[in-house]
């Protein structure tokens, strides 16, 4: 019932931008924050920024603060990530995520981590 499906992924060279789609379904929004992750090689995986879907609220990392932007469509139950000024340390799979808000109390904490994922698109910054 709970699905979510990224899209958007693929090769981009530095400095330039990306636009991520994550797709969700099966449960009501507003309960929810949705979140982007990342995993690198040899990394763990981090959370890059989330967004509550009732209220808005956002979070991002200071790794892509003021070159990401997280947005979403309640309406057509799709949250978007913005990727700007791309450095080849961006690169990673990033994965949708989502968790119930009841579960914490600020969008910070949920972006730690989430009760449900896609299955990640690949992101590669390269020349």
């Known amino acids: 019932q709970l699905q979510l499906v990224e899209s958007g992924g693929g090769l981009v060279q530095p400095g330039g931008s990306l636009t991520l789609s994550c797709t969700i379904s099966?449960?009501?929004?507003?309960?929810?924050?949705i979140g982007w992750f990342r995993q690198a090689p040899g990394k763990e995986r981090e959370g890059v920024s989330c967004?509550?879907?009732?209220?808005?609220?956002?979070y991002y990392a200071d790794s892509v603060k003021g070159r990401f932007t997280i947005s979403r469509d309640n309406a057509k139950s799709m949250v978007y990530l913005q990727m700007n000024s791309l450095t080849p340390e961006d690169t990673a799979i990033y994965f949708c995520g989502a968790l119930a808000l009841q579960r914490v109390a600020t969008i910070r904490e949920a972006c730690y981590d989430m009760d449900y994922w896609g299955k990640g698109t690949l992101v590669n910054v390269s020349s």
């Open positions: 099966g449960f009501n929004l507003d309960y929810y924050a």
């Open positions: 967004i509550s879907m009732g209220v808005m609220n956002t």
